[in-house]
């Protein structure tokens, strides 16, 4: 019988990833140090994992000591807060650059292939084909004005030090699986069922169902017309997954995870207030950019399903309504905890009004 090795294997893409290759007959062993801030219940993600739960720090090499034989190693791990980065620097480079080196090493050393998560933050600030209201940026423009899907070429230009570490990790991938097999797949947001609900770095939609089920304004950073593309992790599970047999040696296969189409904040708000029980809320803006954000992300996914990758089966706008259906009955966070996090970065500089 086939076995996986995935770090970060108890979190949430984590546990999708696993129970899609336990249900075609694999195995799988995670590497995972429950962080609380992650895990809510770090004992029930551990025990809902479908195989055993290594309690290891990717980013110490004595984590990779005594491990059993796999067929290939999914790297998911990684600290991920994009504003959080910003000041808590060292650590995000430990866990995300120290641990995606030690395991490419490992998967070189064991002759595997690796499947490594990045993500779209490498990129930056999504394109733009013309702007006349910029036009000494630097950047090229065409003619028509519009944001446009970033493809796999475009240079990397990360905005937060979450990105860099990313970016960083990626090129130390490559190194060490010079000869190998490897495949960067770069997500754009995931959202659905699992994801945490009580980390206030990580995403809006679960600021958004706590503050639907008390009762309270959807608050939308900005003005409202930020996009974002955002993907189902039942769908980046089954890009992971059709990954694992995508590496050629000596030719790592990089490819972008969405749905290749944007939704902007405020049709995110409003999704989101739709698939709420009754909820009817307000939808309120409040302006404050936070240090890292980007305004504009959507994939190009010419090219991955070019490769063969599976088409996602969910729209954005399903998938975000599917997480708040789902979701609604399991425990929200305080909305307060967001205030927080947005007071903390203000005290620390890091955002603009």
């Not at 996986?4 to 999708?16: E, K, P, S, V």
């Not at 959807?218 to 590496?247: C, N, Q």
Request: hydrophobic letters at 40%.
């Amino acid at each position: 019988m086939t076995k996986y090795l995935i770090t970060g294997g108890a979190g949430f893409i984590g546990q999708y990833v696993a129970r899609a290759l336990t249900r075609r007959g694999d195995e799988v062993v995670a590497l995972d140090t429950l962080e609380q801030q992650v895990h809510a219940d770090p004992q029930g993600a551990a025990a809902r994992f479908p195989g055993d739960v290594l309690r290891r720090d990717v980013s110490d090499p004595a984590s990779w000591a005594d491990l059993p034989e796999v067929r290939g190693v999914i790297h998911l791990a990684a600290e991920t807060g994009t504003a959080q980065s910003m000041y808590e620097q060292d650590r995000y480079r430990r866990v995300n650059v120290e641990g995606t080196r030690l395991a490419a090493e490992f998967a070189a050393s064991r002759g595997v292939p690796l499947v490594f998560l990045s993500s779209r933050a490498v990129y930056g600030e999504g394109l733009v084909a013309t702007s006349p209201m910029a036009s000494s940026d630097g950047r090229d423009y065409g003619p028509d004005g519009l944001f446009v899907p970033s493809g796999e070429d475009q240079p990397h230009a990360p905005l937060s030090v979450y990105g860099e570490t990313k970016s960083e990790a990626e090129e130390i991938a490559r190194t060490a699986l010079a000869d190998g097999r490897l495949t960067i797949l770069r997500p754009q947001n995931v959202v659905g069922l699992g994801q945490a609900l009580h980390n206030p770095y990580t995403g809006v939609l679960a600021a958004f169902l706590a503050r639907l089920k008390a009762g309270l304004p959807l608050t939308v950073y900005g003005d409202g017309t930020a996009t974002r593309d955002f993907v189902h992790v039942s769908d980046v599970a089954a890009a992971i997954v059709w990954a694992l047999e995508a590496p050629r040696r000596g030719e790592p296969v990089i490819a972008n995870v969405g749905t290749g189409a944007r939704m902007d904040l405020d049709e995110l708000a409003e999704t989101a207030r739709a698939a709420g029980r009754g909820a009817a809320v307000e939808i309120t803006h409040v302006e404050v950019h936070r240090a890292g954000d980007i305004d504009h992300a959507c994939a190009d996914m010419t090219h991955a399903w070019s490769l063969g990758m599976p088409r996602p089966r969910l729209t954005s706008q399903e998938a975000v309504a599917d997480f708040i259906s789902h979701s609604w009955d399991l425990e929200a966070a305080d909305p307060r905890l967001w205030d927080r996090a947005l007071e903390e970065l203000t005290e620390r500089g890091l955002t603009e009004s």
